[in-house]
């Protein structure tokens, strides 16, 4: 990285001398998982550079937008709605953690009995190793799972965070609540950056967010495909990335990739052999750079062909947000309405994640599923039995999985990774 990003990082007030010892372990780890797969499609380049680039070119951009008055938020949870950042003038970055090297600083001040997402996320930004972090304006939490909803407290110790009241359950009032949450965060939004959320903004970034959903549900749609033209890895690497680039450019690469897909489907070129087996990955999110569970799979010679998660099929639950002519909280109202569908295992009753689990099994045509649940996330490992209730009934061939991102467990999910592929 130039010596014009050390100058950024050190204005921002990383920690060098662990942001170095990050940035030195993260290349030969993304050789080892990414670059040494074999068939991978060309358009992957990209994600290949925006990764080279990781605390780089992205933070310029942030900081740029900054310097012009812009302001950052930093959100967790795909119920925080982007459309409305947007409409503001604002920029919008997931900030979930996905590494295991954050996580003992963390758990400074942190219970140890909390998931590693929640983690390694909130390590990253009292270690100061995060530019992300760093260069948010405003934290956006959510009150979803308790770990969450208990951290944005302290966190807020540490960095401004404002919290949006996510109900558990979704009656007529729950959803009157949400909207009424919508219009708090509109509040917010404005009182931030100093610009007001209009119609007409607010359907522009709406239409903005809906073409990068259909981009990435396009990818989806084309991993249906036997044999699979993109291996798991390379596509959570694409949704991964959706959290943080700027969504006109992700949207412009990410329909290049399909094209190149779409060319690979028409030619039965695959990014595994037909023969490979085929998995569903259900569970909780995996922000980057969390490669161990799709690295494992594909390691044992299966393919993982769609995700059930937030990093996955329910970031695109809902489809395509409608766009009302009458005013704001029309507007708000159809985005909650479409954020209300996505099935995360804070919501009871949740019966419909089962039936979405169900369906891509077949939607898919996958051999098995593994549900993979961070340790200490209670909505996921309580779900997850529920989930092993129905598949099993319905003749599917289950694992369940917990763990971590420490590199201490991958041998014991390996063995049973491979134990299960085995059996298919
Ligand atoms: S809508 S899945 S992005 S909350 S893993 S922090 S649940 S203890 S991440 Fe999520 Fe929104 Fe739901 Fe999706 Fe808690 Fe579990 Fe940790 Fe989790």
Not at 341 to 365: G, K, S, W
Request: charged content about 20%; some cysteine; aromatic content about 8%.
């Amino acid at each position: 990285m130039s010596e014009e990003y050390r100058a950024m990082w050190e204005g921002l007030g990383i920690n060098m001398r662990r942001h170095d010892m990050l940035l030195t372990a993260l290349p030969e780890v993304y050789r080892q998982v990414y670059l040494s797969q074999q068939r991978r499609p060309q358009a992957m380049g990209f994600y290949d550079f925006v990764v080279s680039e990781i605390h780089g070119l992205r933070v310029k951009e942030l900081m740029d937008h900054k310097a012009t008055g812009g302001k950052v938020f930093g959100t967790f949870c795909v119920y925080v709605p982007d459309e409305v950042i947007i409409a503001a003038g604002g920029i919008a970055v997931g900030l979930c953690g996905g590494a295991d090297f954050s996580v003992p600083t963390a758990e400074q001040i942190l219970p140890r009995n909390l998931c590693a997402l929640i983690k390694s996320a909130v390590g990253f930004n009292i270690g100061n190793v995060c530019p992300y972090f760093q260069a948010a304006d405003l934290i956006v939490g959510e009150t979803t799972c308790d770990g969450k909803k208990k951290t944005w407290e302290i966190l807020d110790e540490y960095v401004p965070t404002y919290v949006m009241d996510l109900p558990n359950s979704r009656t007529a009032a729950d959803r009157e609540l949400w909207i009424g949450e919508l219009k708090r965060f509109v509040d917010k939004v404005q009182a931030t950056t100093g610009n007001t959320v209009t119609p007409q903004g607010l359907a522009e970034a709406t239409s903005l967010i809906n073409r990068k959903r259909a981009a990435l549900d396009r990818l989806f749609e084309l991993r249906r495909a036997r044999p699979a033209p993109i291996s798991g890895l390379d596509a959570l690497l694409a949704v991964q990335i959706s959290f943080y680039d700027d969504p006109a450019r992700f949207t412009l690469k990410t329909n290049e990739l399909c094209d190149e897909l779409e060319a690979r489907v028409k030619s039965g070129e695959g990014a595994a052999p037909a023969r490979a087996k085929r998995i569903l990955y259900a569970g909780t999110p995996m922000p980057i750079p969390f490669w161990t569970i799709p690295a494992l799979i594909e390691g044992a010679g299966a393919v993982v062909v769609a995700e059930e998660s937030c990093t996955g099929s329910r970031l695109l639950a809902g489809g395509q947000t409608a766009i009302p002519g009458d005013g704001i909280d029309s507007q708000l109202a159809a985005i909650a309405d479409r954020q209300l569908q996505t099935n995360c295992a804070c919501f009871t009753p949740n019966d419909a994640r089962i039936d979405d689990i169900l369906r891509m099994v077949h939607e898919y045509d996958a051999d098995g599923v593994i549900h993979f649940s961070l340790s200490f996330c209670q909505p996921y490992n309580l779900e997850a039995v529920r989930v092993q209730k129905a598949l099993q009934q319905a003749g599917v061939p289950v694992l369940l999985l917990e763990g971590d991102y420490s590199e201490a467990q991958t041998g014991q999910l390996k063995t049973r990774i491979e134990a299960f592929v085995e059996t298919l």
